[in-house]
């Protein structure tokens, strides 16, 4: 997938998924599927140019091949900005559901062949929605299709409406699908929404939003190595700083590498996300005990999904008392589960 935050180096033409798309819930995939089809449409029109031109002797100059304004490809885009408005309006940093490698990954999988990330300056939040969509979307993306959210806002002070970018967008022959709001149980799918989930260890309800399991991808690192003494050898994961992690507490986790050579497969256990008071611990961490597992994962990439939220972390009067109930907590996850020992 090609990334760029200047827009003046994006691939073109585009077809455009717009918004802030933290998380990419199961509302932003709606959005983003127009943009696919119609970049679709366009591989499909290409690839039948070039089987039309297609004879023996010219065989490898009719291929369609996607560099430069040689061919009619149409770019499936994403334009997100960077940083995410509420961090430049609130002046603080704002934690994300999807930090960029996450996004890009997803996106990838979803078929989204650039991000284009836009920088979100004052010269950025002041463009009129008519300055907005000549200067980004038509003379930079050279868009020929947007798709957004039904209650999609963008330009100063966000004035501009979706109803506001398709007429805007039409006086350059440019269509805009509008999706309707995409909801679960009554509420609209937002990233907020989901954020709230995790926060109250909602997590049946976060992964529903999102469509997939709320999901930790970090580096083992070292930590105290205490919990080998007290039987709970941990994996400390090192997460991007940007990362929004749900309430402190115990959870039950599936993990899996990105690599071989460590877990052949899928594995259950359980995370603990805080403080450490028994330990009077001083930083966050987040720690995995892998079930019914041993072995060596230091420097591994762990993809860790949260699945079930069972209690708060608590400050135990002795390490013996914190022992008794981690091993709850592991009779808790193997129930959950389903392989109850
Ligand atoms: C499932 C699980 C639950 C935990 N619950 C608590 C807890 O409630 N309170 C606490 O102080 N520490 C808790 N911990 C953290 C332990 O204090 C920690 O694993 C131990 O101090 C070893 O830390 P280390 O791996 O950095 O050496 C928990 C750890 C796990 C794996
Ligand atoms: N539930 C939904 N159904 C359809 N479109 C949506 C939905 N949620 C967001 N969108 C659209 O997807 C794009 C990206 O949305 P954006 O991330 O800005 O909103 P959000 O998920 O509601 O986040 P927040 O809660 O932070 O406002 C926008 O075009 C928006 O209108």
């Excluded at 115990?250 to 594995?267: G, N």
């Excluded at 930083?283 to 699945?307: K, R």
């Amino acid at each position: 997938m090609w990334i760029t935050s200047s827009p003046t180096t994006a691939l073109t033409p585009t077809t455009v998924a717009l918004g802030n798309f933290d998380g990419i819930h199961r509302g932003h995939e709606q959005v983003i599927q127009p943009i696919l089809q119609e970049s679709r449409a366009s591989t499909a029109l290409e690839e039948q140019k070039g089987l039309d031109n297609l004879d023996e002797s010219n065989f490898k100059e009719t291929l369609p091949i996607r560099n430069g304004a040689a061919n009619d490809h149409v770019y499936a885009t994403m334009a997100t900005f960077y940083p995410h408005p509420r961090e430049f309006f609130s002046g603080e940093a704002w934690k994300l559901l999807t930090p960029r490698a996450e996004k890009v990954k997803r996106l990838s999988v979803l078929g989204v062949e650039q991000l284009v990330l836009l920088p979100f300056d004052r010269e950025l939040a002041s463009l009129t929605p008519e300055q907005f969509v000549e200067k980004i979307l038509i003379q930079q993306l050279k868009a020929t299709h947007v798709s957004v959210g039904a209650d999609f806002r963008f330009g100063n002070q966000r004035l501009g409406t979706s109803n506001d970018l398709r007429a805007i967008a039409s006086s350059f022959g440019v269509d805009v699908t509008i999706v309707p709001l995409f909801t679960y149980e009554g509420e609209r799918i937002s990233s907020s929404l989901i954020r709230e989930s995790l926060e109250t260890g909602d997590i049946d309800k976060a992964n529903r939003l999102l469509g997939r399991s709320y999901s930790l991808t970090g580096v083992v690192i070292k930590g105290q190595q205490m919990g080998r003494t007290i039987g709970f050898p941990t994996a400390n994961l090192q997460l991007p700083p940007d990362k929004f992690l749900p309430r402190h507490g115990v959870y039950c986790v599936r993990v899996s590498t990105s690599s071989l050579s460590s877990l052949a497969s899928e594995q259950f256990g359980v995370m603990n996300i805080g403080m450490r008071p028994t330990v009077n611990g001083t930083s966050l961490t987040v720690e995995i005990h892998l079930l019914d597992w041993t072995g060596d994962l230091y420097g591994q990439t762990l993809i860790v999904s949260i699945e079930k939220f069972l209690r708060s972390e608590a400050k135990f009067p002795s390490l013996d008392a914190l022992k008794s109930q981690i091993q709850a907590d592991c009779a808790a996850a193997r129930v959950y589960f389903g392989n109850g020992q």
